[in-house]
């Protein structure tokens, strides 16, 4: 590829239908920002009846998109050379570092704040992913939807991996890669997940596709609006879950059928 | 908002609830005879029709009922409750509760493997277990079988003695480390009625939820 390039965000999240006779919060967290020429989201998803999971999972995809597009360089090259493992400890401890500061601290326990966490960034042709728990990542490449990372979960339906636990380095996924054609990521919490991954065969929707091409051809405020309408009027009735997306889109990749 | 950034149902997929199975190993030996085994039935009624009434449980929920009295007998295999007739219990003969016991949970691995294969995601089984005797074959190997799957945190045990004559001891070893609890009278009405809200209560739970159950007062003498 080559040229120099500017990605589209847009990410949104809704409540679950669980929430609805507790008013409950929702627990999942979606952030992006793009600074000098790289681009990165995140989506976290806080631990179900966790107290402050909401708040640890805001605080996470804050950290994580801060620290990755000043260090987008550092953490490309650690994992292309084989340094994973350093470069997502640079990451957790971080987040980690700042649910123990005292503004987070004095509210509760470490676990309290308990989330998953899933990141993409950009940068020209280069892309990082980063992936703890069950929350799934899929890539767009000329319209073609495949998963770029799996959920990882425990055994059963209510168990999946936390920043907070100790394992959480070790079972931290991190990928880098060199793009040869434009391609856009989109990240789903579990709860998305359900409309957008058959977990029978692994089929994707077509809504990934279609979701990318929108982020590619409109703008932030119009597309987070659609996911934010899409989340609570369909994605939202096949689970109780709370549901989140969160998009880096190349409009090199748009089609042409949307526009 | 525009309209052309509506999606359409066919653009999502379709994936099943998850399922929570749950075995029920009966009791229905001689000593069942009379009004024990007719509220054991009244509960086990009322078991399946609180899970129906539910919206989520119906389609979470997973019942497969063993008896044990004489024979162990597979009165109802896994499948969803909308799809399944309650058993008919019948009390009579002897107190197999080991073979009962390794059956349901062959029945229970076996379910678990047709939910991998399928791409059905599912909740740690549960085992409940009623019984006002003591068993009159082997446990042991039922025993180092539940306490390995319960030690593993891959089973959940509800090991529940009926009347005086309940042994207590026994059941404990079938019970995982988790103390059996005892039947208050033959409330067997509260005991299920207790079940099937927590199924439900489970059946709702995402991950890095710790499900509380309800207190067991109403049903469990102390």
């Known amino acids: 590829m080559g040229q120099r390039v500017t990605r589209k965000l847009a990410f949104a999240a809704v409540a679950g239908r669980n929430k609805e006779d507790r008013r409950g919060t929702c627990q999942d967290a979606v952030f992006g920002k793009s600074l000098s020429g790289i681009s990165c989201v995140a989506l976290a998803d806080g631990a179900g009846s966790r107290r402050l999971s909401g708040t640890g999972a805001r605080a996470a995809v804050r950290v994580a998109v801060d620290h990755v597009l000043t260090n987008f360089d550092i953490l490309y090259e650690k994992v292309q050379g084989g340094e994973e493992k350093d470069a997502a400890a640079s990451i957790v401890n971080l987040i980690i570092e700042k649910l123990r500061s005292d503004r987070f601290v004095r509210r509760g326990r470490l676990e309290d704040y308990a989330c998953t966490l899933i990141f993409a960034a950009a940068s020209d042709d280069r892309v990082l992913l980063g992936h703890l728990g069950d929350g799934v990542a899929f890539s767009v490449s000329a319209q073609v939807a495949q998963i770029a990372s799996s959920p990882d979960n425990g055994e059963f339906a209510n168990e999946t991996y936390f920043l907070t636990a100790r394992d959480a380095v070790e079972r931290f996924r991190l990928s880098a890669t060199k793009l040869q054609t434009p391609v856009s990521i989109l990240l789903a919490s579990d709860g998305a997940a359900v409309s957008l991954l058959r977990r029978s065969d692994h089929a994707v929707a077509p809504a990934v596709t279609r979701l990318c091409e929108w982020t590619a051809a409109r703008p932030r405020k119009e597309v987070n609006a659609a996911l934010k309408s899409n989340l609570e009027g369909m994605f939202r009735e096949k689970t109780t879950d709370d549901c989140s997306i969160a998009i880096l889109a190349d409009p090199r990749g748009r089609a042409s059928s949307i526009v | ?222």
């Open chain 2, 1 to 222: 908002m525009n309209d052309d950034l509506i999606l359409r149902q066919e653009e999502l997929v379709e994936n099943p609830t998850a399922r929570l199975p749950v075995c029920l190993v009966l009791d229905t030996s001689a000593s069942m005879t009379g009004a024990p085994i007719t509220e054991l039935q009244e509960g086990v009624n009322t078991f399946f029709a609180q899970l129906l009434a539910d919206d989520v449980a119906k389609y979470s929920a997973e019942v497969a009922v063993v008896t044990f009295g004489g024979n162990v007998d597979m009165a109802v295999d896994f499948a969803a409750v909308t799809r399944q007739t309650v058993p008919s219990l019948t009390a009579g003969g002897m107190t197999p509760m080991g073979e009962a016991v390794e059956k349901a949970l062959e029945l229970l691995q076996t379910r678990k493997d047709e939910y991998k294969r399928a791409g059905v995601d599912y909740y740690q089984p549960w085992l409940v277990i009623m019984t006002d005797g003591a068993p009159t074959d082997s446990i042991s190997n039922a025993s180092r079988l539940v306490d390995e799957l319960v030690r593993g945190k891959k089973l959940a045990v509800f090991a529940i003695g009926i009347g005086k004559d309940a042994d207590m001891n026994e059941l404990a070893k079938l019970s995982g480390g988790r103390p059996p609890l005892k039947l208050k009278g033959l409330e067997f009405g509260q005991f299920f009625l207790w079940l099937s809200a927590s199924v439900a209560r489970v059946s709702q739970s995402v991950p890095g939820n710790k499900v509380d159950l309800d207190p067991v007062a109403a049903w469990a003498s102390v």
